[in-house]
């Protein structure tokens, strides 16, 4: 840790010259208001736009910007996890790029940290400019994770919080190779604390995150922290078996007061396909666990840096197990 910097500000980006010039200066401006040292750490996630040249611009400016550039697309969480890894402040903040986040809630959370909180993280008690569809999916999400796991993680949050030092250290030496950020964030523990806001709408650009991207990280999350879709089969196999005893029952009732043929091919092949369905949706996440465990076998790298400004290229400092 540089003794000299008192915060990072973390921001992944992705294709956001649109916007990053007015995110850049809006981060200044509330950054110097603490009248103490920090650094802006911008992790380019494999843009195919100005975005990068733009960086590389602030950075001839003001040496407070340090530039991580990734050799591909990694992803926004494991663009966060490399800011974090390269951060030297004693408080980190993540933040997105898109300003729908407003970088003047980071004095908010400065403040809450000096209270001595280790996590301060950004509560949303509205969101403006998404559709109907994406705040109930995300809604149903998170009340779906908190009902899955015994972790608290808190609802209504995104990665726009503070983390102190000594949570970012205990982050270093978790190596999960699909990752859901603020998950982990939650099972490190320490004193934990929100500030509320209301998210704007997206500035300039488009978002970085469709509705396959959610998909995987909602499933990122769902696989990380809960082994309770596993048990679904048994439950299932449960109710059918159930289900099916007490069909049979029926059958055999039916047959000893009417001695007629019961016709029920129609039944019985509606039953064979929910049966069929209820078995390959189970073999489905079974899948999804066995795939995030090859994942961690491989042991690969969770990102390639290709460059860095500011700052000196290292390695991600985890030690396994083997």
């Known amino acids: 840790m540089n003794a000299d910097i008192r915060y990072s500000i973390v921001i992944p980006v992705y294709n956001e010259e649109a916007v990053i010039d007015q995110t850049y200066r809006r981060l200044k401006q509330v950054m110097d208001l603490t009248k103490e040292p920090y650094e802006l750490i911008f992790v380019n996630d494999g843009s195919c736009d100005h975005t990068t040249a733009m960086i590389k611009g602030f950075r001839d400016q003001d040496v407070a910007v340090k530039l991580i550039t990734f050799s591909r697309n990694f992803g926004h969480q494991i663009a966060i996890t ?16 898109d300003l729908q ?9 400065i ?8 996590v301060v993280y950004a509560k949303r008690t509205k969101r403006k400019g998404e559709t109907f569809f994406k705040k109930q ?7 779906i994770l908190k009902a899955s796991t015994d972790l608290e993680i808190p609802t209504d949050t995104g990665d726009f919080r503070l983390l102190d030092r000594r949570v970012c250290e205990e982050l270093k030496r978790l190596p999960e190779k699909n990752r859901y950020v603020r998950g982990l964030v939650s099972w490190v523990g320490f004193r934990q604390t929100a500030v509320e806001y209301e998210r704007d709408e997206r500035l300039a650009g488009e978002t970085k995150y469709p509705l396959k991207k959610m998909i995987k990280l909602s499933l990122d ?4 922290f809960s082994f309770k879709p596993l048990k679904m089969a048994n439950y299932a196999g449960v109710v059918l078996i159930t289900s099916g005893l007490t069909y049979l029952l029926v059958l055999l009732f039916l047959k000893i007061l009417s001695p007629a043929v019961i016709a029920g091919w129609n039944l019985i092949m509606a039953m064979q396909l929910v049966l069929s369905g209820i078995l390959l949706t189970m073999m489905g996440i079974i899948g999804e666990y066995i795939g995030r465990i090859y994942d961690e076998t ?3 790298p969770l990102y390639i840096v290709s460059e860095c400004h500011g700052m000196m290229k290292k390695e991600r400092n985890v030690k396994r197990v083997v």
């Open 111 to 118: 403040a809450k940290w000096k209270e001595g909180f280790g």
């Open 221 to 224: 999350g769902l696989t990380s």
């Open 82 to 97: 490399a800011g974090m890894d390269y951060a030297s402040g004693a408080a980190v903040v993540v933040i997105d790029a």
């Open 101 to 109: 986040d407003p970088p003047e809630l980071i004095l908010d959370m």
């Open 298 to 300: 491989r042991d690969r």
């Open 137 to 143: 999916t995300a809604r149903l999400f998170y009340r």
